[in-house]
C-alpha cells in the first residue's frame, strides 16, 4: 500500500512539473516569434521546441546538461577538444556535442530516432565539425571509427544487451565520459531488465531497458582494461530528479531515474 501511494504521488508531482505555460502566454509567444525577423528554419525550431512536452525538450534537460558539460570541462580542460575526435551516443537534441564542435573538436552525434535527428540537424546547422547520425546503438556502430572521446550520457539503461554494447564503446576509444541510471546494489554481477515505452521520445527504441549496478559497469570497464574515476558528486544533482551523491542501500531499486552515477573511465 505504501509503495503504491509512493508511486502515485511520483505520477501526480510528474504530471505537475509538465504542465505547460497558460495559452495567453504561449499565443504571446507566438506572436513575438511570427512578427521577428528569425529565419523560418530559426522559427520553426524556436516553435517546435515550445509546443513539444517530451522530457528532452524540458527546462530541467537544460539545467542537467549544462551540469554535464562543466563537469566534462573540469576533467578535460577547454583546449583538450580542440582536433579531438568525439563522439556522443544517445545525442538527443545534439546540443552537448554541438558544444563540443563549436569549441574545436570534430564530433558525431549518434541518435536513435530519425525525428530527434531531423530537429538536431536543424538546430545546429551553422555548427560547424558537427555530424549528426541515426544509429540504433543496440546493434553495431563500430563503422564510425576510433575516437579519442566518447561522451556516453543517459543511454545504457535503455540499452538491453549492456555487455556488447559496452564492449563495442571500450573498442573505440581510449576515454570515455559516462553516466546512466543504475540500481541499488553492490554486486557486480546485478543487471535488471525493466520494460520502457517505445513511444518515449527519450525510452528505449526496443522497449526493454536495463539497471545494471554502478559495480557492474565498473567491472565491464576493469575488464575491458580500463581504468575509472568515480564522479558521485553533488554538483551533478538536478533538484530531486536526478541525484548522483545518494548512499547505497543495497536494495536492488532504481528510484525512477533519479539514482545515477557518473565516471570517467581510461584505457591503462
Known amino acids: 500500500m505504501l509503495d503504491r501511494i509512493k508511486r ?19 499565443e504571446r509567444f507566438q506572436l513575438l516569434v511570427f512578427t521577428s525577423t528569425m529565419s523560418p528554419i530559426d522559427r520553426h525550431v524556436a516553435l517546435y521546441m515550445a509546443t513539444r512536452k517530451d522530457a528532452v525538450f524540458a527546462v530541467s534537460y537544460a539545467h542537467w546538461r549544462t551540469k554535464r558539460i562543466n563537469k566534462i570541462l573540469e576533467l578535460y580542460g577547454l583546449e583538450w577538444f580542440k582536433g579531438k575526435r568525439v563522439l556522443e551516443l544517445g545525442s538527443a537534441l545534439s546540443d552537448i556535442g ?8 570534430e564530433v558525431v552525434c549518434l541518435e536513435g530516432r530519425q525525428e530527434t535527428v531531423n530537429f538536431a540537424r536543424l538546430k545546429h546547422r551553422n555548427v560547424p565539425r558537427l555530424k549528426i547520425e541515426q544509429c540504433d546503438l543496440e546493434g553495431d556502430f563500430s563503422h564510425y571509427g576510433k575516437f ?8 545504457l539503461y535503455h540499452i538491453k544487451n549492456v555487455d556488447e554494447h559496452m564492449a563495442r564503446c571500450f573498442a573505440m576509444t581510449d576515454s570515455m565520459i559516462m553516466e546512466t541510471v543504475v540500481c541499488d546494489s553492490q554486486d557486480p554481477n546485478k543487471l ?5 515505452p517505445q ?3 527519450e525510452q528505449s527504441l526496443h522497449g526493454m531497458g536495463s539497471r545494471p549496478s554502478p559495480f557492474y559497469v565498473e567491472r ?3 575488464e ?16 530531486d530528479r536526478f541525484i548522483y551523491d545518494w548512499p547505497h542501500k543495497n536494495d536492488d531499486s532504481h528510484g525512477d531515474w533519479q539514482k545515477r552515477r557518473f565516471w570517467r573511465f581510461d584505457r591503462v
Open 8 to 26: 502515485s504521488f511520483h505520477t501526480l508531482r510528474s504530471l505537475i512539473r509538465s504542465l505547460r505555460p497558460l495559452p495567453q502566454d504561449f
Open 220 to 222: 565491464l570497464g576493469t
Open 98 to 105: 554541438a558544444f563540443f564542435a563549436d569549441i574545436g573538436a
Open 199 to 201: 513511444a518515449v521520445l
Open 192 to 196: 535488471l531488465l525493466v520494460p520502457e
Open 224 to 239: 575491458a582494461g580500463f581504468k575509472f574515476d568515480r564522479h558521485f558528486t553533488a554538483d551533478l544533482n538536478f533538484e
Open 148 to 155: 579519442d572521446l566518447i561522451i556516453h550520457f543517459g543511454l
